[in-house]
């Protein structure tokens, strides 16, 4: 398929742009990367996703598709051939949509606590809370991966893809805290699990640089402390 065929609009720090962006060099599917830029919205953003007029959307020839997750599982069907992202057993299916509604649900939202906590205690109480969670993730981990260096066995899967987007924020956030969240006591499988997802040929040129991805945390914050204008 022509590589213009294809198009992913999003922005390059953004975990969730990141998630279909893996999944299509997992197919081995060119596409066209549409950059948004900070602030502002296009025309092809507000005309393909007029609901939540939000990134990321794929436009695989002259049809939309929105939301990250939703996304890579269009992915896994339109491009049915090997490897596949999602489990084959429904079972399978069913534990690895239901931890990655907790990674966006839950981890996700205590990373961001963290950045915005009102003092030491509710900042610990923070970390604590994703420590915690990440303790859980090990546990499925460890189930999941049946043998396999990944969520999805030998394979990256759809698991890996969205917990392992996150990896370059929680880099982010243990940078500007002085904390360790991935640790090798607490969680040594997810420690290399997660060198193995960075290093992978679908992903290691679409994850950000901690110390990029850090420079643009800083603009951000920078920018929604602005007052309006």
């Known amino acids: ?33 549409l950059q948004e830029t900070l602030g502002s919205k296009s025309e092809l953003l507000l005309k393909s996703n007029p609901v939540h007029k939000k990134i990321p959307v794929l436009i695989h020839g002259d049809k939309p598709v929105c939301e990250s997750l939703i996304i890579v599982e269009y992915i896994d069907e339109a491009w049915s051939s090997a490897p596949s992202i999602l489990p084959s057993h429904p079972y399978d299916r069913a534990i690895a949509r239901f931890w990655a509604a907790y990674v966006d649900e839950k981890l996700f939202p205590s990373m961001k606590e963290i950045v915005s906590a009102d003092g030491e205690e509710t900042k610990k109480v923070a970390i604590q809370q994703v420590v915690d969670g990440l303790v859980l993730l090990e546990d499925a981990y460890t189930k999941c991966r049946k043998g396999g260096q990944f969520f999805g066995g030998e394979q990256i899967g759809y698991l890996d893809i969205a917990f392992g987007s996150y990896l370059g924020w929680l880099r982010v956030t243990e940078k500007f805290n002085q904390v360790k969240l991935l640790d090798e006591a607490k969680t040594p499988g997810l420690v290399k699990w997660a060198e193995a997802f960075c290093s992978h040929p679908a992903v290691k040129d679409v994850m950000p640089e901690t110390d990029k991805l850090a420079e643009f945390a800083k603009v951000l914050a920078k920018a929604r402390a602005a007052p309006p204008k």
């Open 1 to 33: 398929m022509a590589k213009s065929e294809v198009k992913v609009l999003g922005a390059w720090p953004s975990p969730f742009v990141m998630r279909p962006r893996i999944a299509l060099n997992i197919k081995s599917v060119e596409y066209e990367f």
